[in-house]
């Protein structure tokens, strides 16, 4: 089972360098906090999916422990980037600061869905990893 979550963490982590890239591009020099995440996120993430995949125990408690935290900050960004949005859509203003906040808002809840199913299935299959690897 832990090759299983092994390439569960490498996707979790080229999907997070992925949508850090993609956030740059969109946002530019104003997603370096998305950029930051996505990066460290995803080298995190690659790691622990190729120590994982070798039966190293420290690496799925880094994966999992990856999760959580990332769950915890980008449902706080994702928040904050609700409430901005909500703002600016109450306001007349220019449609390209809309559509910065509306991607940066669906940019981050996509991310927060990938860690929040990656720490579940962590959660659920822990006992056995743990038990599969030294």
Same mark, same amino acid.
């Not at 190293?56 to 769950?71: D, H, M, T, V």
């Not at 915890?72 to 007349?92: C, D, H, K, N």
């Not at 449609?95 to 299935?121: H, K, N, R, Y």
């Given at each position: 089972?832990?090759?299983?979550? =092994?390439?569960?963490?490498?996707?979790?982590?080229?999907?997070?360098?992925?949508?850090?890239?993609?956030? &740059?591009?969109?946002?530019?020099?104003?997603?370096?906090?998305?950029?930051?995440?996505?990066?460290?996120?995803?080298?995190?993430?690659?790691?622990?999916?190729?120590?994982?995949?070798?039966?190293?125990?420290?690496?799925?408690?880094?994966?999992?422990?990856?999760?959580?935290?990332? =769950?915890?900050?980008?449902?706080?960004? =994702?928040?904050?980037?609700?409430?901005?949005?909500?703002? &600016?859509?109450?306001?007349?203003?220019?449609?390209?600061?809309?559509?910065?906040?509306?991607?940066?808002?669906?940019?981050?809840?996509?991310?927060?869905?990938?860690?929040?199913?990656?720490?579940?299935? =962590?959660?659920?299959?822990?006992?056995? &990893?743990?038990?599969?690897?030294?």
């Amino acid at each position: 089972m832990y090759k299983n979550i =092994s390439y569960l963490y490498a996707f979790f982590g080229f999907f997070m360098l992925a949508c850090g890239a993609v956030a &740059v591009d969109l946002a530019g020099e104003q997603a370096k906090t998305a950029l930051i995440t996505g990066a460290a996120g995803g080298l995190i993430g690659l790691t622990a999916g190729h120590f994982l995949n070798r039966g190293k125990r420290w690496a799925f408690i880094l994966g999992a422990a990856e999760a959580g935290l990332l =769950s915890i900050l980008l449902g706080w960004r =994702s928040a904050t980037y609700f409430a901005r949005l909500l703002e &600016v859509m109450q306001q007349p203003q220019e449609t390209v600061t809309t559509q910065t906040a509306g991607m940066s808002f669906l940019l981050t809840t996509a991310m927060l869905f990938i860690a929040l199913l990656t720490l579940a299935v =962590s959660v659920m299959f822990g006992k056995q &990893v743990l038990r599969e690897t030294k």
